[in-house]
C-alpha cells in the first residue's frame, strides 16, 4: 500500500527528474530529442503549487507540509531552483 508521503514524493520526484533532463551541466549525455521531450511532458506536468495544493486537499496541511520541505532540500541538493524551469 501506498503512503500518502510516498504518492506525493513521487509526484514531486517526477517533476524535479523532468527538469534535471532539461540542464545539459546536470545531464551531459542526454541526446537533444530526449532533452525536447522532457521539456514537452514538463509543459503540461502540474506546477508544484498544483501539486502540493492537491496534497493538501487530499491528505491534509501535515502531509502537504512534508513535502514542501523535502521539494526544497532536494532543489537545494540538485542545484535546481523552481524559477529556472517553471
Do not use: C
Not at 29 to 44: D, F, M, N, S, Y
Not at 69 to 77: A, H, M
Amino acid at each position: 500500500m501506498t503512503l500518502p508521503i510516498e504518492e506525493a514524493n513521487s509526484l514531486i520526484y517526477a517533476r524535479l527528474f523532468l527538469r534535471s533532463m532539461l540542464d545539459p551541466k546536470m545531464t551531459p549525455k542526454i541526446p537533444k530529442k530526449v532533452r525536447q521531450e522532457a521539456a514537452a511532458r514538463l509543459r503540461h506536468f502540474p506546477s508544484s503549487y498544483i501539486i502540493r495544493e492537491y496534497i493538501r486537499n487530499t491528505y491534509g496541511d501535515e502531509i502537504a507540509d512534508q513535502v514542501v520541505d523535502q521539494e526544497e532540500i532536494w532543489d537545494s541538493r540538485i542545484g535546481v531552483k523552481e524559477e529556472d524551469y517553471g
